[in-house]
Structures are given as C-alpha cells and as structure tokens.
C-alpha cells in the first residue's frame, strides 16, 4: 500500500508563466531566461495564444549549432511549434509519463479553452513525484 497521493499539474505549475512574444529576438529571450534561471519560455502571439515553446535544447540545435545570430533571429523561427500540453487536473504522474515519451522538460500548462496558465517542468514533477 503506497502513502503517496495523487497530485494534478495545477499543484506543481508555475501559474501565468514569463512568456517569449512572436517577433522577440532569440537573444532578448535567452537573456530573460538567463535572468530568471529557467530552460524554457512558453511562444505567444498577439492575442496571447500559445503558439509554441522555447527550449535551451532549440538555443543549442537550432540557433548555435547552426550560426544563426541570436539577436537577429526570431524566436518564431526556432522555437518548437505546437507544443505538446498538459491541463492542470491531469496529474504528476502523467505529466511525467508524456515528457518522458516526447523527450521534453517542459509542458506548457492550458485550461479547456486552450488558454496558457503555466508551465511544469521536470523539476516541479520531482519534488512530489522521485
């Protein structure tokens, strides 16, 4: 018998998460980033959409790796389109199921109308989750 509870991504999230806007420059990104100690930035438009995920993975393989000038690329160009989301009644446990099947460290975090209201990451997942 496991003493453990259940928990839902809406207990481990960062609620209104930093976000990057479509048009910001990858280096204004990664300074904010940088700024606040954290590996990814949740993509939104105009409207606030969700639109993708900035990761330090897509700074490495799609911006460095490459010989783009971050300051002249735009985040739009190397982020990853359509993230793959969680809602925050889901729980921990599959969260973490679903990052370790896509390979991720982040999930961006939407309500039921598909509206951005955090993010979870690896590290939230393991405080309650080893």
Known sequence: MSL????AVAE???RNPVTARV???????VKRM????????PVVDD???L??????RDLLRRVVARGRDPAKTRIEEVMTPNPVTVRPSDSVEEAKRLMARIKAR???VVDENGRLVGIVSI???EFVEP
């Open 47 to 49: 409207k606030g959409n």
């Open 51 to 56: 639109v993708g995920i900035f990761t330090e």
């Open 123 to 125: 590290k939230d997942i």
């Open 106 to 108: 982040h999930l961006p």
């Open 34 to 41: 940088d700024e606040l100690g954290i590996g990814a930035l």
């Open 23 to 29: 048009g910001e420059s990858v280096l204004d990104a």
């Open 4 to 7: 453990r509870r259940a928990y």
């Open 12 to 14: 481990v999230m960062t």
